[in-house]
């Protein structure tokens, strides 16, 4: 079965890497880390410039809000739904032809809607409280934006953090433009280090992963 994309958008730095090491036949472009970078930047228009009618896939990492997602899943989430409660629903045959290709693969694939956070959800108790009030089972950071601006869209998210434990919280490591201020990173680090190692552990899983993720889906991809 073949899949017919016209571009997929990752957050910059690792997982964009990840991604890039698949050598997927699609153009690839990275996107700031977080809601409000990434709406800033799809203003300024994406280089090249991107029709609004373009078939996109986001694919990078995400957190659970479930305790039946763990690191290393992988999530294709069918809803977008924003701090407001807002929702969007991703492209109904986009989803269906991803659907199908995992499983006529046998790979394994949730189904399930992400929260679109503004901010870093790093206290384990604000995750449950996200999924009892959102019915999400992933949070991420770009989906609600990207799907504004590119209506036919889908998302997979790999999990990289679990719904039990606190992470860092690394809020003050992300510049404004979604870049990372490692001095910041390496400080918030410095201040919880078991949930530090647990956070690495979960997105070099997730990442390991989110690679397997897209040469899985390379065969199938066609511009």
């Known amino acids: 079965m073949t899949l017919s994309l016209d571009l997929i958008l990752v957050p910059q730095g690792p997982e964009y890497q990840a991604v890039q090491r698949a050598k997927l036949p699609i153009p690839i472009i990275a996107i700031p880390a977080g809601l409000t970078a990434v709406e800033a930047a799809l203003k300024r228009g994406l280089q090249p410039p991107r029709d609004r009618h373009s078939r996109v896939l986001v694919l990078g990492l995400g957190g659970s809000l479930s305790p ?5 899943d992988v999530v294709l ?16 045959h986009l989803l269906d032809q991803l659907q199908q290709i995992y499983d006529n693969s046998q790979q394994p694939l949730a189904y399930q809607a992400a929260y679109s956070s503004d901010r870093i959800i790093h206290r384990a ?4 409280h996200l999924a009892q009030t959102t019915a999400a089972a992933v949070v991420e950071m770009e989906g609600w934006a990207i799907w504004q601006q590119y209506p036919q869209a889908a998302m997979i998210r790999v999990i ?13 490591a992300i510049a404004p433009n979604g870049k990372l201020n490692p001095l910041a990173l390496t400080h918030a680090f410095l201040k919880q280090p078991a949930a530090a190692m647990r956070l690495i552990q979960g997105s070099l899983t997730g990442l390991r992963q989110l690679t397997q993720t897209a040469h899985q889906l390379t065969p199938h991809l066609t511009p």
């Open 68 to 72: 039946n997602l763990v690191p290393g």
């Open 125 to 128: 108790q604000d995750k449950q």
């Open 160 to 172: 990289s953090d679990d719904c039990h434990h606190d992470l860092p919280d690394i809020s003050q």
């Open 77 to 92: 989430c069918h809803t977008c739904i924003n701090g407001q409660g807002d929702q969007q629903q991703g492209d109904r």
